[in-house]
């Protein structure tokens, strides 16, 4: 009876505050947004939805989402929005269907199977294509696809707002904010706009609760040479391949729209350092097999299960999804393609031209405004990750926290799940966390789905990472 009667107060307060209605659903779900059921999908108990939320009706600008609620007492749950990176890369095709979402796509490209890790056991999940050009979400106007960092925060502003006229339960509910990757532009700078409305706002604010990013471009002057340290200290490269990088390269005149304007004998370093690690070595997990795609998409056709080539971790799942998506069936299910695009479905967008620029961007002082603002900020990292290595990430958050005056409240110690120590984590000023996730990629939840789920779990109630094996497992 309680938790009915704070659904039902949540959906008045976010009436009053201008989000009502939105297709007549319970509690002001929109009806025509509800997934019943995705081909080949298991029976779950919680509901879905897909749809579209406009952001430029006059350019015709509109992103699409994919929404599960928490697997049980949703009502008494927070929101997390989940971004995937890129730039240009779907948070559909990533977060929701091969990391944390409920559901991984099947060995056969035409179903789905459950996954017992999904963070909806602590959240309810909202994931969105953004920017336009990305996945599903799309603009009639052609010029909308030539975008950068400022846009694509402003768009997902407008998409939450109008997000919450279809959800109005959620507009006074908790707000996490989670992402990875270049989610570490996304993230803070979505923040960031969020904290001017409020700032501004005399009626409804956003509820942010915390922010939460996994292997994230935060610097690009230091995670850039990250990589090749990261190389050398797991014995990728050799030590004179890593000295004469760092000798010769000065990373601080480094930029994603000129990666090329060190010296000669750098950039040859450089490509030395790249055709020793090789093609065979898969740079988001350097300990993970590769995928074989010829191999995959020619049994995908066969309609056979495909090879596992690694225990436990379906290192063919990309190919797998790419298939499932462009089923027509389950765009039809998903609500998903309602312009017709003329290209299929993709990972990450061949339409968008991002701005390179917008690479460069120092996302510090926007983490400090964040911190300041008393919410929460925790910096994640896959340890088998080498293209945005903890090494860079590390050194930026302990560097923002001396910048700060943030003093140590949790010493660099190991954490723990499922007594077996999950990774290390630092505090700093109790509001700023540092965590590696042991054994993980550039992709912490589809690496190590558990542990991921121990951390984002901690996350989400606002306590530390347990130091203990005696803790109990969920």
């Keep these: 009876m309680a938790a009915a009667l704070a659904v039902v107060t949540a959906a008045v307060v976010g009436c009053v505050l201008g989000f009502g209605g939105g297709g007549g659903g319970v509690w ?13 999908q298991p029976i779950v108990g919680f509901r879905q939805f897909a749809g579209y939320v406009d952001v ?8 699409f989402y994919y929404f599960a609620e928490a697997a049980e007492d949703a ?10 990176g890129g730039p240009g890369c779907s948070s559909v095709g990533g977060g929701a269907f091969t990391e944390l979402g409920p559901f991984y796509p099947r060995g056969d490209g035409r179903g789905l199977r459950l996954n017992k890790k999904s963070w909806n056991k602590v959240s309810n999940l909202l994931f969105v294509e953004s920017p336009a ?11 909308d696809y030539n975008t ?24 006074s509910r908790g707000l996490l904010l989670s992402g990875e990757s270049y989610a570490g532009h996304y993230i803070p700078q979505l923040t960031d706009v969020l904290l001017k409305h409020n700032e501004k706002s005399k009626g409804f604010k ?25 190389f050398w200290s797991h014995g990728m490269i050799s030590d004179e391949i890593f000295l004469a990088i760092s000798n010769r390269c000065d990373f601080e005149d480094y930029t994603f729209s000129n990666p090329h304007n060190e010296s000669k004998s750098c950039n040859d370093a450089i490509a030395e350092a790249n055709s020793i690690v090789g093609d065979y070595v898969n740079n988001y997990d350097v300990i993970l097999d590769v995928c074989y795609p010829s191999l995959v998409m020619q049994e995908l056709r066969l309609r056979k299960y495909v090879t596992k080539i690694s225990v436990g971790v379906d290192v063919c799942m990309t190919y797998e999804r790419y298939f499932y998506f462009n089923l027509p069936d389950v765009q039809r299910a998903l609500h998903a393609n309602r312009t017709h695009l003329p290209y299929g479905w993709s990972m990450c967008s061949d339409v968008l031209n991002y701005s390179n620029k917008d690479g460069n961007i120092n996302i510090l002082p926007l983490l400090q405004r964040i911190v300041e603002h008393k919410i929460p900020v925790w910096i994640f990292s896959g340890d088998q990750d080498s293209v945005v290595p903890l090494l860079g990430s590390r050194t930026l958050v302990r560097e923002l926290a001396h ?16 007594g077996q120590v999950g990774g290390w984590v630092t505090e700093y000023g109790n509001m700023l966390t540092f965590a590696t996730v042991r054994g993980a990629s550039h992709m912490v939840p589809f690496a190590q789905p558990d542990r991921a789920l121990g951390l984002f779990q901690s996350f989400a109630l606002g306590r530390r990472l347990p130091n203990t094996t005696n803790v109990p497992i969920n």
Excluded: C, H
């Design 148 to 171: 950068g960092d400022q846009r694509t925060a402003n768009d997902m502003y407008k998409f939450l707002l109008g997000w919450y006229k279809k959800f109005p339960e959620y507009s």
């Design 75 to 84: 009502a008494g749950k927070p929101l997390t929005l989940w971004l995937n």
């Design 28 to 40: 002001g779900f929109p009806e025509e947004d509800l997934v019943t059921r995705l081909p080949g």
């Design 403 to 418: 910048t700060m005056g943030l003093q140590v409240t949790v010493p660099y110690s190991s954490w723990f799940r499922r």
């Design 133 to 143: 050009g990305v996945g599903w979400s799309y603009s009639n106007t052609s010029s």
């Design 206 to 230: 956003f509820n942010i609760k915390g922010v939460a990013i996994g292997n994230p471009l935060l610097k690009l002057d230091r995670d850039v040479p990250a990589t090749y340290e990261y």
């Design 56 to 63: 430029d009706e006059k350019a015709g600008r509109s992103l």
